[in-house]
């Protein structure tokens, strides 16, 4: 049983920044690619970022590069997502993705709300 809590939602002004954690119980990163995705009401829910396996590897959705980071830490299990520079068009419940490879199986945590205002 793989198990995502995702935290660190919240309000923040424009240009700010945020980070946000996935906490992943039942196995272990490095047996997981992990996700970020985000999902406005009445929109269909969109890729984010990526992470796979030790970390050296990423991707990320074209509007959020450069702005975004999507990190790992292993010792405690949990993936991060840093959002710098903050806009209102990021504003959306952000929601974390456990993939085991080579098997069609995936695991959604219960998202973070993100709210971008002044």
């Known amino acids: 049983q793989v198990q995502l809590v995702e935290s660190g939602g919240g309000l923040v002004e424009p240009g700010g920044s945020l980070t946000l954690s996935c906490a992943v119980s039942g196995r272990t990163l490095n047996n997981l690619v992990m996700s970020w995705h985000r999902q406005r009401p009445g929109e269909e829910r969109e890729f984010v970022a990526a992470i796979i396996n030790i970390g050296s590897t990423t991707n990320y959705a074209d509007s959020v590069k450069g702005r975004f980071i999507i990190f790992r830490d292993n010792a405690k299990n949990t993936v991060y997502l840093r959002m710098n520079a903050l806009k209102s068009e990021d504003t959306a419940g952000y929601y974390c993705?456990?993939?085991?490879?080579?098997?069609?199986?995936?695991?959604w945590g219960q998202g973070t709300q993100v709210t971008v205002s002044s």
């Open positions: 993705k456990a993939r085991v490879p080579r098997r069609d199986i995936e695991y």
